[in-house]
């Protein structure tokens, strides 16, 4: 994930697939549902298959906090969590480095 450049997203499965954890993209959802706040990893560039940040209750305020640090990095959120995946998915193999 630290892999992942300022202003862009990777979705759950991607990080799977990247990591060789194909099919576990719930796994990587409850590994970053773990990690302490704050945290040097950028843990909020990371969003589900439909472009939403995955908002609940039980995440005690981190998808809020996931909402107001993607706003701080230029990419739009609506307020149900909403994104524009399309526009700013990270394409790792797309840039030498990634």
Known sequence: MARIPHGRLATYGQ?????????????VGWALRRLKLPSTVPWHRVVNAQGRI?????????????RDLLLAEGIPVDEEGRLLLCQF???PDAHAGD
């Open 15 to 27: 990080i799977a697939d990247l990591i060789a954890a194909f099919g576990c993209a719930r796994q």
């Open 54 to 66: 995955s908002m609940s209750l039980s995440r005690e305020g981190s998808d809020w906090i996931q």
């Open 89 to 91: 998915l990270w394409h």
